[in-house]
């Protein structure tokens, strides 16, 4: 349309939107997950999405370590900075979800300030809340050339106002609306750092504000983080410099097929991993441990070492409840020491593959029992 920012042709996402709207269906009628599993599986895939995120903006935090810092402990091997980016990162998601179902809720510049105040955890010295005042200049860190120039800063505020004014108006459907935001203030660029954390995050807003609520829609930095070349191959519709009239359907027509590609995969994740769970947590119960193991032994299972200081929160038990639980879960093979003191953690005992195979009925579990019994799930459920 004339004189629209950034337009688009709905025509050639209208499909791929109609098929998200099938998977919501399906999911909606899977029902709600137990409490206690699905509290797990939202932190996972919630420090998998912050670790995404960030480290595409070359913060260099790893899935476990963003893990440990939600549950409260803090690597020593992160720097206070990157902690507090983290922690701003899930602020900022957080706010999302409160926001969400506000039925005062309004697209406006405040809102996509306040978001980005809370994505940079504050940060002053970096820009945190506040329009770029300065040049901007977009790079590609592989090759250090410029690839993308911005709108000088004196139009940004203009520029946001419009962006706003135009989700204000609707698209034809969340996830139109959720990649178009995206690239929208990827392109204008409105702030000194932080802009493609700000974009993303504005995008799983629209979506949940459309009514896809699951994780399985509303967080696509797993997978563009897996996927960067495609991710940043989809911002050239946008040329070489600013232009409002640039023509964004190739974007979002990404966008809406990633949408598609991370259902589809969660979807699978999430069954196999509800299996696996549901045999920890028999395994937990056949052994005579507290059922709050489970968290611990779940960790074990996929090869990630727990701490006390990890579990602690991650529980919400005193610290002697926490050593009496690793402990037990210790002398029942299920867990192994490593260490000793402060430095001390727990990975998976050789029990604790051996139970859960005969629970899911997989064998075969010499080498490398963990991806064998993912494996024969992920391929017997792949058929179903």
């Known amino acids: 349309m004339p004189n629209e920012l950034l337009p688009y042709d709905a025509q050639p996402l209208r499909e791929p939107c109609a098929e998200l709207d099938v998977w919501r269906k399906r999911l909606d009628r899977a029902g709600s997950l137990p409490r206690r599993w699905a509290g797990r599986l ?34 020593p091997s992160v720097t206070d900075v990157d902690q507090s980016l983290v922690l701003g990162y899930r602020e ?17 510049r405040e809102l996509v300030i306040a978001l980005h105040d809370r994505v940079l955890g504050g940060n002053y010295a970096l820009g945190a809340g506040r329009l770029a005042t300065g040049p901007r200049w977009i790079t590609d860190r592989r090759s250090g050339t410029e690839v993308f120039a911005p709108p ?3 139009l940004v505020p203009e520029l946001v106002d419009r962006a706003c004014a135009r989700m204000e108006a609707d698209h034809e459907h969340p996830a139109i609306a959720s990649g178009w935001i995206h690239v929208g203030i990827a392109a204008i660029h409105p702030f000194r750092d932080g802009n493609g954390r700000a974009a993303r995050v504005l995008a799983s807003l629209a979506m949940y504000r459309g009514g896809f609520q699951r994780r399985e829609f509303t967080s696509l930095e797993e997978w563009w983080g897996h996927h960067l070349g495609d991710y940043y191959s989809a911002f050239s519709c946008l040329g070489g410099a600013f232009d409002e009239t640039a023509d964004v359907t190739p974007f979002l027509l ?13 979807d699978l994740r999430r069954r196999v991993e509800r299996r696996i769970w549901d045999a920890l947590e028999s395994v937990v119960e056949d052994v005579r441990l507290q059922p709050r193991v489970v968290n611990a032994i779940w960790d074990a299972f996929f090869g990630r070492e727990v701490t006390p200081a990890y579990y602690i929160p991650l529980t919400d038990v005193s610290r002697a409840t926490a050593t009496n639980d690793l402990a037990a ?13 402060r430095t001390r953690r727990y990975v998976g005992g050789s029990a604790l593959y051996d139970r859960a195979a005969a ?3 997989v064998d075969g579990i010499e080498h490398d029992p963990r991806a ?5 799930l992920s391929r017997d459920l792949a058929g179903e």
């Open 254 to 266: 990404a966008h809406v097929t990633a949408q598609l590609s991370q259902v589809r995969a969660l």
């Open 372 to 376: 064998r019994i993912v494996a024969v």
């Open 329 to 341: 879960a210790v002398a029942s093979g299920l867990l192994e020491p490593r260490g000793a003191g």
């Open 359 to 361: 629970l899911l009925g």
């Open 42 to 75: 939202r932190r996972d895939l919630e420090a998998e999405a912050i670790a995404a995120s960030v480290g595409m903006e070359q913060v260099p935090v790893t899935v476990d370590e963003v893990r440990r810092i939600l549950a409260g402990e803090r690597p």
């Open 152 to 154: 000088s800063p004196e």
């Open 92 to 108: 900022a998601m957080e706010y999302v979800l409160r926001r969400a179902d506000d039925p005062g809720f309004r697209w406006s």
